[in-house]
């Protein structure tokens, strides 16, 4: 299973960016209760967990992003979003998608995709 992600571009600080990442190839019924985040990781610094879903769908942030981050979930299209508003040069980084579960035995991570926001 490959997860695509996409959507990083560059944008001026203030700005927003959608990310997007689908699990095309998998089944929905394994897609729906699996767990859903997106990490990210600026040059110089480790992976960092932003946001996650569970797999009934309860978000949790982290601190930094907590009001101005949303990620989401289309069950049917077998994808997830992170909508990131009131972007700041700090949100730069490469950011990952990760569908994973303990139920079915897997954890996939997207190829990253890069957000430079500038000020």
């Known amino acids: 299973v490959q997860l695509q992600a996409s959507g990083g571009g560059s944008v001026r600080a203030g700005g927003s960016l959608r990310l997007s990442c689908a699990a095309s190839r998998m089944i929905t019924s394994v897609f729906n209760p699996s767990e859903k985040a997106w990490y990210r990781q600026a040059p110089g610094k480790e992976r960092e967990l932003v946001a996650s879903l569970t797999g009934n769908g309860s978000p949790n942030y982290s601190d930094p992003v907590k009001g101005r981050f949303t990620m989401s979930r289309d069950n049917a299209r077998k994808k997830v979003y992170l909508q990131m508003n009131s972007l700041g040069p700090d949100d730069s980084a490469v950011y990952y998608c990760?569908?994973?579960?303990?139920?079915?035995?897997?954890?996939?991570w997207g190829r990253g995709t890069l957000v430079t926001v500038s000020s």
């Open positions: 990760r569908i994973q579960s303990k139920d079915y035995n897997f954890d996939y």
